[in-house]
């Protein structure tokens, strides 16, 4: 069950990746085990989410080395998932990843209904972890990271 659990967790930290630095309030509203609150407890410290770059990176990078591997980009790619549910409703609307290019939106709303279920974020072309590794090596580093939001923020 707990893997289970953070599996969909997993989806999570894409989307704000997807969303640049995008303001990021309120967070979910039970913080028990295996909640964003206890995954990701710096969510705490930083009142209204990560502003920057830099300070996603440093949010999807748990162990501080400098480089996310695999595994964290899937713990916290769901948590991140929950963070932007503003409203709760394990879905994420337009309004709550303002800085996802529209076309990339729709095409990872796979049944066309207007938002995105945890299934539909987490296997959006946009929270692939290979998509950020340009060089394979099994990490993103700052720099591919930085280039990989340039990416998802321009325009197709």
Known sequence: MKEMLLGRLAAIAIIATACGAADMTGPPAAAGEGSPMTIIPEYNKQKGGPKTTDDLFALLDSNGDGQIDRSEWQIR??????????????QLGRDEIPGLDASRFAEADLNGDGVLSGFEFNQASFSQFDKAD???????????????????NAPR
């Not at 790619?77 to 394990?90: C, G, L, P, V, W």
């Not at 340009?134 to 998802?152: P, Q």
């Open 134 to 152: 340009a060089n394979s090596d099994g990490v993103v580093t700052r720099e591919e990271f930085r280039v990989y939001l340039e990416t998802l």
């Open 77 to 90: 790619k769901m948590a991140i998932f929950y963070m932007r549910d503003r409203n709760n409703d394990t």
